[in-house]
């Protein structure tokens, strides 16, 4: 089965949700409480959340939009539903007010680096289709996950480990919910679940 390639905009729109990794780094680095955490991505949500209901209603947000972003966004994004970015925020507010912080840093970064390079992987390479993913995008997601929590073992590793594969099994099945929010909140469910870590 031939596939797919990487197109420019959708390239673009990878990267951007690489850069998501700034949310579970700024956690761990220079906004380490919790509270503090929560109010400034609260702030953002809401702004994000703003932005895209006037898109839809606004003409100079709506033009603006037309000529930097359409082209990254998907079909419903384009019909007037969230975009991406702000599930991505809506994931991060949820994942971090529900998480212990090592559990809440570990499913962002499932969420951002295993989905964004199950994504490319998937696109360029993917051959063994799974429904519209495929195996080989979805192996590479589960491989950066697994070497992330090996590499930084924020969590136990086999809790790592379970949480990486509830992330990718996630990604991958046509679930009717945007992957930024069922990635982090599944994972890291699973991941409580199975720990020690206090509420």
Request: hydrophobic content about 55%; charged content about 15%; aromatic content about 10%.
């Amino acid at each position: 089965m031939s596939n797919s390639r990487v197109t420019l905009p959708e390239m673009g729109r990878k990267l951007i949700h690489f850069f998501n990794l700034l949310i579970p780094f700024s956690y761990m680095t220079w906004l380490p409480d919790k509270t503090d955490m929560l109010i400034v991505l609260g702030g953002i949500t809401f702004a994000a959340l703003c932005t895209d209901l006037a898109r839809s209603r606004v003409q100079w947000i709506s033009t603006f939009f037309a000529q930097y972003f359409d082209s990254m966004l998907r079909d419903h994004e384009l019909s007037g539903k969230l975009t991406g970015a702000t599930w991505v925020m809506i994931g991060a507010v949820l994942t971090i007010f529900l998480f212990p912080k090592p559990i809440a840093i570990t499913a962002l970064v499932f969420m951002s680096l295993g989905d964004t390079v199950a994504g490319l992987i998937g696109k360029q390479f993917g051959r063994i289709k799974i429904g519209l993913k495929s195996l080989e995008g979805t192996l590479s997601g589960l491989a950066v996950c697994v070497l992330f929590v090996w590499l930084m073992p924020l969590v136990p590793l086999q809790v790592g480990v379970m949480g990486a594969v509830t992330a990718m099994a996630v990604e991958l099945l046509p679930i009717p919910i945007d992957d930024n929010l069922s990635i982090p909140l599944s994972s890291g469910t699973i991941m409580f679940l199975i720990s020690n870590f206090p509420a």
